[in-house]
């Protein structure tokens, strides 16, 4: 199991995120653009830099510039795609099997929802991608998963329809049970759940899902 760090330049609760580091075992290290100034605050080394720099504090790119062993990715402002997905992409191409982002929220909207969506591209190469945060773990899914009470992150566990529908939606061992449900876009019916019993189960037919593990 091979597994992937992105730190990306959105907001980035520090003790929350060291612990998070600490507590993960991961392969590869990438810093996105801003995400860089947490490796240098902490003088922890990122194995790839990705990004324009537009918004790097200048002291943190001078201080890892030199170093042979950090591979960079200069992008140019004027593209396409994100940063972010920019630094996706090529994890997911290095054949990584699970990807975490840190970073990914904070007080843009856009690259907040854009960063939600690029969770599909892990759809699309069988790559497991996880958008996390202090209160918040995220993840885009196609097929059934269950989450167990003892490794759920936070309290409450939320799904929202990516496709128009998700249709056969069955949970199991949680507060608010559901069984050979069809869930549509633009309702709230799946917000705020909760983990009752000691597993929960979400399955469904056929659709993708937003699933949210929060808490307050």
């Known amino acids: 199991m091979k597994r992937a760090l992105i730190v990306s330049g959105g907001c980035i609760e520090e003790e929350f995120c060291r612990n998070y580091i600490e507590n993960h075992r991961f392969d590869h290290k990438t810093a996105v653009d801003f995400g860089l100034q947490f490796f240098y605050q902490n003088k922890w080394k990122p194995d790839r830099i990705v990004g324009d720099l537009d918004s790097a ?23 396409d ?38 969770l599909g591209l892990g759809l699309l190469s069988d790559t497991r991608i996880w958008l996390v945060d202090e209160h918040n773990r995220v993840q885009m899914i ?4 269950k989450i167990t009470k003892k490794e759920q992150f936070g309290k409450y566990v939320s799904l929202l329809p990516v496709t128009p529908k998700v249709t056969g ?3 199991t061992g949680m507060k608010y049970p559901l069984e050979n449900y069809t869930m549509e876009r633009f309702l709230t019916i799946g917000i705020s759940n909760e983990i009752v019993e000691e ?3 979400i399955c469904f037919k056929d659709g993708i899902l937003l699933v949210m593990e929060t808490k307050d």
């Open 199 to 201: 597993e929960a189960g």
């Open 142 to 145: 196609r097929q059934n998963i």
């Open 81 to 118: 795609d994100t940063d972010t997905e920019a630094a996706i992409r090529r994890i997911i191409e290095e054949g990584y099997d699970e990807i975490h982002i840190l970073g990914g929220t904070g007080n843009r909207l856009d690259h907040m929802l854009g960063n939600v969506g690029l």
């Open 169 to 171: 939606i069955t949970l």
């Open 57 to 79: 504090v200048r002291e943190a790119v001078r201080f890892f510039e030199n170093d042979a062993d950090i591979e960079w990715i200069r992008l140019v402002p004027e593209k």
